[in-house]
Nanobody
Framework: QMQLVESGGGLVQAGDSLTLSCAAS????????MGWFRRAPGKGREFVAT????????YYADSVKGRFAISRDNAKNAVYLQMNSLKLEDTAIYYC????????????????WGQGTTVTVSS
C-alpha cells in the first residue's frame, strides 16, 4: 500500500477556486493510477476524478466535468485536484486514492486511501 496525505481543503465561497494536493509515499508513485473521491455530509463516498500512471488518461464525474482538473507530478510524488467554480454541493471530505494498475472509477479498485481533507463551500 501507499501512504497518502491530502492537504489544501478549507472554507470558500461559491464560485471560488481551490487546489487540493496529495503527497504519496511507499510504492513508486508512477506505478499507480490515482484518484480523488469525496463524501458529502450524509452521503456515501463517490468518484470525482482519476488519472493514469503517466497522466495521459483522465476521467471525471459528470458533476465536476469542466470545473475540476486532476493532474500529477511523478517526480514530486504528488497528485492535485484543481477545483474551479465551486458550488455548495461540492462541500465534502475529499480523499486521495491509489491503485497499482490502470485507471478505474470504482472505489473498490483502489487499495490505498488518505485521511481526507474537508472542503466547505458557502453561499
Amino acid at each position: 500500500q501507499m501512504q497518502l496525505v491530502e492537504s489544501g481543503g478549507g472554507l470558500v465561497q461559491a464560485g471560488d477556486s481551490l487546489t487540493l494536493s496529495c503527497a504519496a509515499s511507499g510504492r513508486t508513485c508512477s506505478s499507480n493510477s490515482m484518484g480523488w473521491f469525496r463524501r458529502a455530509p450524509g452521503k456515501g463516498r463517490e468518484f470525482v476524478a482519476t488519472i493514469s500512471r503517466n497522466g495521459g488518461v483522465r476521467y471525471y464525474a459528470d458533476s465536476v466535468k469542466g470545473r475540476f482538473a486532476i493532474s500529477r507530478d511523478n517526480a514530486k510524488n504528488a497528485v492535485y485536484l484543481q477545483m474551479n467554480s465551486l458550488k455548495l454541493e461540492d462541500t465534502a471530505i475529499y480523499y486521495c486514492a491509489a491503485r497499482p494498475s490502470t485507471t478505474s472509477t470504482r472505489e473498490s479498485d483502489f487499495d490505498s486511501w488518505g485521511q481526507g481533507t474537508t472542503v466547505t463551500v458557502s453561499s
